[in-house]
């Protein structure tokens, strides 16, 4: 590696980097940091721009852990899995704290640079579907969105073939609590979880004998603790469109605040929550 002149802001020799490897070089900045291209003159479109586009690149992180957490517990290893959860809730924590920058952002700026954004809309992030898909709330409806990208497609209809991480969490359930399989649902494989009698039963029996499955206890309440996150998301998400839009129609054909309100109801890990009022 070669050496420059030295360089008392560095307290050594400055460094020559063309012939090796820089910060730029390694992060790919150039690409990163030229990806916005505003569709109006409008000062606010450049945050709106990088608010959805780092919220995608957390969401590409947020996957990337589920997919090596769901990985982890079919090896029976949850430590690790542990740890991927924990990072995913921290993720959504990030997400909830953008929502915080946005809402700078007045009704009568957003006006300046609706109409450029012609009908795209987040309702059209397959990252965010995928997200759901892989936890467990699965509408096939929600794949049609995505037919002209047929990559896309393909992996979302893979996703909706694969038992979820929830699915996963069930059956490690099951294998410890019963020690095989028997008396397990089915995976709802294309359709959103919902709450079965049999996984709250156990999940019950887990949180009344916290000693004899704390493990299992840890990962319930990790479930939760990342299920909270999300709801917050989901919540900050409404908050913030109608602040901005109020209930106007989305820029991609929902029903804007109507549609994310009905979104508050889902529940991914329904047993858990529900099990609240029996202890």
């Not at 400055?14 to 990806?35: E, V």
């Not at 608010?51 to 430590?79: C, V």
């Amino acid at each position: 590696m070669s050496q420059g002149a030295y360089d008392p802001g560095t307290g050594g020799a400055r460094m020559d980097f063309s012939d090796a490897m820089s910060y730029g070089d390694y992060l790919k900045l150039d690409p990163i940091l030229s990806a916005q291209a505003p569709q109006s003159a409008a000062h606010d479109e450049l945050l709106f721009i990088i608010q959805h586009q780092t919220s995608e690149l957390w969401m590409k992180l947020i996957l990337h852990e589920l997919g090596a957490a769901r990985d982890a517990l079919r090896a029976n290893d949850t430590t690790t899995m542990f740890k991927m959860l924990a990072r995913v809730s921290r993720i959504f924590e990030q997400l909830n704290n953008q929502w915080d920058v946005l809402r700078t952002m007045t009704p009568a700026d957003y006006t300046t640079f609706r109409a450029a954004l012609g009908p795209s809309s987040g309702f059209q992030s397959y990252q965010y579907r995928m997200i759901e898909y892989v936890l467990g709330n699965r509408n096939p409806n929600m794949v049609k969105p995505h037919a002209h990208m047929p990559e896309v497609h393909a992996m979302l209809t893979t996703e909706l073939g694969r038992p979820s991480f929830y699915d996963e969490v069930v059956r490690h359930l099951f294998r410890t609590l019963d020690g095989d399989e028997a008396a397990m649902p089915a995976p709802q494989l294309d359709t959103p979880h919902a709450a079965h009698p049999e996984i709250q039963a156990r999940w019950k029996t887990v949180y009344e004998n916290i000693n004899a499955y704390w493990s299992l206890y840890e990962l319930a309440e990790k479930l939760v603790d990342l299920e909270d996150y999300f709801r917050r998301w989901r919540f900050n998400h409404v908050t913030t469109v109608e602040r901005v839009i109020g209930f106007k129609r989305g820029t991609g054909g929902t029903a804007g605040v109507s549609y994310l309100r009905r979104m508050l109801d889902v529940e991914l890990f329904p047993e858990l929550w529900h099990l609240r009022g029996e202890l």
